[in-house]
Nanobody
Framework: QVRLVESGGGLVPPGGSLTLSCAASGFTFSVYAMSWYRQAPGKERELVAGITNNSGGKNYADSVKGRFTISRDNAKNTVYLQMNSLKPEDTAVYYC?????????WGQGTQVTVSS
């Protein structure tokens, strides 16, 4: 059974930093690409960043390029999202996700609030 558990969210002032973690279990983590999504109130869920199984490829939404970094540790079955220079518009629930045999799996999400 696929399980994804996000952590690391919180309240941070504009310009601050946070690192989100997503602990995975129930599947062979090192085989699958992983992604981070976010959903702000009243908006659709959007892709923030993705990483291939061996970290050889990464992609980012234009809105976070140069500020966010996705990484993974296959020995720890964990994917990270380092977020710097945070803006109020980054406020959202952040989810990690993967797709196995065409079926998407999601964590429960972690709230990130950027406010002074």
């Amino acid at each position: 059974q696929v399980r994804l558990v996000e952590s690391g969210g919180g309240l941070v002032p504009p310009g601050g930093s946070l690192t989100l973690s997503c602990a995975a279990s129930g599947f062979t983590f090192s085989v699958y690409a992983m992604s981070w999504y976010r959903q702000a109130p009243g908006k659709e869920r959007e892709l923030v960043a993705g990483i291939t199984n061996n970290s050889g490829g990464k992609n980012y939404a234009d809105s976070v390029k140069g500020r966010f970094t996705i990484s993974r540790d296959n020995a720890k079955n964990t994917v990270y999202l380092q977020m710097n220079s945070l803006k109020p518009e980054d406020t959202a629930v952040y989810y990690c996700a993967t797709k196995i045999w065409g079926s998407s799996s999601w964590g429960q999400g972690t709230q990130v609030t950027v406010s002074s």
